[in-house]
């Protein structure tokens, strides 16, 4: 079992930086990649960035440029750090974490909030 425990959310204006920060605990030894979700009201969730074990780094395409997943040397950690928001990058903000195995652990999520 995987524990995660998402902050760092809040309101933030147009153009704005927010940090993601997901804390994690447990069997850590299982996880091959952690990352960040985010679902808008009426949309489904979206994968936002993703890094395996190996370094490995996966983003949608509309943060490339102003999203930055980065982590702990033993994958205990995640942080996102967002640039330039805009009004469509509001959602509530999950952690992600896969194991081997396949199985998917998330956090309860963060809010983001880019508004003026």
């Known amino acids: 079992q995987v524990q995660l425990v998402e902050s760092g959310g809040g309101l933030v204006q147009p153009g704005g930086s927010l940090r993601l920060s997901c804390a994690a605990s447990?069997?850590?030894?299982?996880?091959?990649?952690m990352g960040w979700y985010r679902q808008a009201p009426g949309k489904q969730r979206e994968l936002v960035a993703s890094?395996?074990?190996?370094?490995?780094?996966n983003y949608v395409d509309s943060v490339k440029g102003r999203f930055t997943i980065s982590r702990g040397s033993a994958l205990n950690w995640i942080h996102l750090e967002m640039n330039s928001l805009k009004p469509e990058d509001t959602a509530v903000y999950y952690c992600?974490?896969?194991?081997?195995?396949?199985?998917?652990?998330w956090g309860r999520g963060t809010q983001v909030t880019v508004s003026s």
């Open positions: 992600n974490a896969q194991s081997t195995g396949s199985v998917d652990y």
């Open positions: 890094l395996t074990k190996y370094g490995a780094t």
């Open positions: 447990g069997s850590l030894f299982s996880i091959y990649a």
